[in-house]
T-cell receptor, first 114, second 113 residues
Framework: NAGVTQTPKFRVLKTGQSMTLLCAQD?????MYWYRQDPGMGLRLIHY???????AKGEVPDGYNVSRLKKQNFLLGLESAAPSQTSVYFC?????????????FGPGTRLTVL | AQSVTQLDSQVPVFEEAPVELRCNYS??????LFWYVQYPNQGLQLLLK??????LVKGINGFEAEFNKSQTSFHLRKPSVHISDTAEYFC???????????FGAGTRLFVKA
């Protein structure tokens, strides 16, 4: 099992450019998430999905869009990148173990917006 | 609303010394608690979790944590650290569903020779 993979690992954008980050998981998990990690702020949830074809907003959704057309993939899009979106982005997937979920994380994508 | 506070942003410690990373939470309902570790340039890995039962939880790499409901704490401990334990550690709390998981700001553990 590859677990959770993310593409690309690094990216530099200019302000106003667009891009899509791809997350893939091979564990047949229903739930998937996109987080951003900024120094001193931990992880903040951008969007999440509870199943194929469904998405929902997290804590910091503005400026991002997502799609979950296939159960194993969760895409994060930036339509018009801004310097404030410079961050490390993590994808995660989870399964429910009785009481709550256990999340599995990808290696991250480091994005710089100039 | 839930929240998580990691009381130390950085913890330097010498190799083979004991360490405690502190985590306090607030929640009006029953909680489930997690510690994750992030090694440099990697994603987060689950160290341990408390769901129910025994308040002392043992995880990977010799770490353990104790759930204290009266003090709303879930501190992480290791009796003897190694250089390889240098990483950032995140405490997290959820009630039902991963989309309700709240992460702390992280504690950076530096283990010195």
């Amino acid at each position: 099992n590859a677990g959770v993979t993310q593409t690309p690992k690094f990216r530099v954008l200019k302000t106003g450019q667009s891009m899509t980050l791809l997350c893939a998981q091979d564990m047949n998990h229903e739930y998937m998430y996109w987080y951003r990690q900024d120094p001193g702020m931990g992880l903040r949830l951008i969007h999440y999905s509870v199943g194929e074809g469904t998405t929902a907003k997290g804590e910091v959704p503005d400026g991002y869009n997502v799609s979950r057309l296939k159960k194993q993939n969760f895409l994060l899009g930036l339509e018009s990148a801004a310097p404030s979106q410079t961050s490390v982005y993590f994808c995660a997937s989870s399964y429910t173990e009785g009481l709550t979920d256990t999340q599995y994380f990808g290696p991250g994508t480091r994005l710089t917006v100039l | 609303a839930q929240s998580v506070t990691q009381l130390d942003s950085q913890v330097p410690v010498f190799e083979e010394a004991p360490v405690e990373l502190r985590c306090n939470y607030s929640s009006s309902v029953s909680v489930y608690l997690f510690w994750y570790v992030q090694y440099p340039n990697q994603g987060l890995q689950l160290l341990l979790k408390y769901l129910s039962g025994s308040t002392l939880v043992k995880g990977i790499n010799g770490f353990e944590a104790e759930f204290n409901k009266s003090q709303t704490s879930f501190h992480l401990r290791k009796p003897s650290v190694h250089i390889s334990d240098t990483a950032e550690y995140f405490c997290a709390v959820s009630n039902t569903g991963g989309f309700k998981t709240i992460f702390g700001a992280g504690t950076r553990l530096f283990v010195k020779a």
